[in-house]
């Protein structure tokens, strides 16, 4: 896995067609006005390295994240989600202007990153477990380990 953050849609394409979770016709990337929808609607600036997933797989990839609310237009309601299960819980922990939901699971377990870093850590919510965790050191690192294990 390079670095740049620019390329990570073009390797986890690759590693997705590579491991047979997908072939090239069910992959299905967002345009650059679905991806500026995304910001509008959530009034954020999404880091390059998410940008890139969506170019390449924002919104379909086969097998690979099946099971998680992740693609568009479905991921734009999952910040509110998210912020309901928070309410919820006993902890302090605020979803605010700089955080953003990126996945959810089942309505009960979200993932979210800073959108203030390139290619930022990852956090998840799950109720009934208080607050947030960091699960991995980036996107990148979520998006490959994620991988691995539908591998």
Known sequence: MEDNNTNIGEEIVTEILDNGLATAEEIEGCSQSEIDHIEQQC????????????????????????????????????QAK??????????????????????????????YFDVREPDPPVYVIAEGHG???????????????TLARQT
């Open 82 to 111: 998210a912020e309901r299960v928070l309410q919820r819980e006993d902890t302090a922990t605020e979803l605010d202007k700089h955080k953003f939901v990126f996945a959810g699971s089942q309505g009960v377990t979200f993932f």
């Open 131 to 145: 607050d947030p965790d960091k699960v991995t050191d980036s996107f990148s690192e979520w998006l490959f380990e």
């Open 43 to 78: 009034e954020v600036l999404l880091p390059e390295a998410y940008r890139s997933y969506h170019r390449h797989i924002g919104k379909s990839s086969g097998e690979f994240l099946r099971g998680y609310t992740c693609h568009y237009p479905r991921i734009i309601q999952e």
